[in-house]
């Protein structure tokens, strides 16, 4: 059976009836405070509806629960509100990596089946569209590594944002040090990837233009020269 409770925020927060023991126990549900289920009117205290939760040897079993603090429930609630554009981030992430890594492959397969499409690509870049194979295999690698930079801190960012949803719902202490956790994991995948695929990319360009292909001279036989 699903409950609400009337926060002090004014919000209206679901919860299943197993989980109101502890809440109250913790006080964050209080004898004055408005819950409400299906089949109510209307809303009503909660020491009115549930008069059992707030009785010493019910709050005494509850608080063996290991319910966390209100400070750390009103922590839990309020990054609990960020919870749909994490999920929305990282869905965003998952996606651009999953395409970064199948746009990668192609052009792997292009480069070593030497397909004439990727010839006709690479002539754009070099005259004869031969590309060199340190070129070709640090191409490879660098577009990997950018795929995995988003795929990895991407599947990080999703479970931290489900777990902060159920951290917000339960007010578990264990489950919003979990998202936190993650989420430290997350921007600190992200912020080395993107100094290593910066780094990379740097000797790659610098490399690149050192050995960069100079333009060979026409065959003088095919020149006429008027005299």
Do not use: C
């Not at 927060?13 to 809440?23: E, Y």
């Not at 608080?63 to 960020?82: F, I, K």
């Not at 070593?112 to 010839?119: A, D, G, I, P």
């Not at 690509?121 to 950018?146: E, N």
């Amino acid at each position: 059976m699903h409950w609400y409770y009337l926060s002090e925020r004014k919000e209206r927060v679901p919860v299943t009836d197993s989980q109101l023991a502890p809440l109250a126990a913790g006080g964050i549900v209080r004898p004055t405070t408005l819950v409400w289920r299906e089949g109510l009117a209307n809303w009503a205290v909660a020491g009115e509806l549930r008069p059992d939760l707030f009785a010493p040897a019910v709050r005494s079993a509850s608080q063996s629960l290991s319910l966390a603090d209100p400070a750390t429930v009103t922590a839990a609630r309020a990054l609990g509100h960020y919870s749909p554009w994490m999920g929305v981030f990282s869905a965003v992430m998952i996606v651009s990596g999953a395409v970064a890594l199948a746009l990668t492959a192609a052009l792997g397969t292009g480069w070593l089946l030497n397909m004439s499409w990727f010839r006709e690509m690479m002539r754009q870049v070099t005259p004869d569209g031969d590309v060199p194979a340190v070129h070709a295999w640090s191409m490879l690698a660098i577009g990997t590594l950018y795929a995995l930079s988003l795929l990895l801190p991407g599947s990080m960012l999703a479970i931290a944002a489900r777990q902060v949803k159920l951290a917000s719902l339960r007010g578990s202490a264990p489950v919003l040090e979990a998202s936190l956790r993650n989420l430290g994991r997350f921007f600190q995948t992200w912020i080395l990837a993107a100094l290593l695929i910066t780094l990379l990319s740097g000797i790659w360009t610098l490399y690149s233009w050192r050995h960069r292909a100079v333009p060979k001279p026409p065959d003088p036989t095919t020149q006429r020269v008027a005299i």
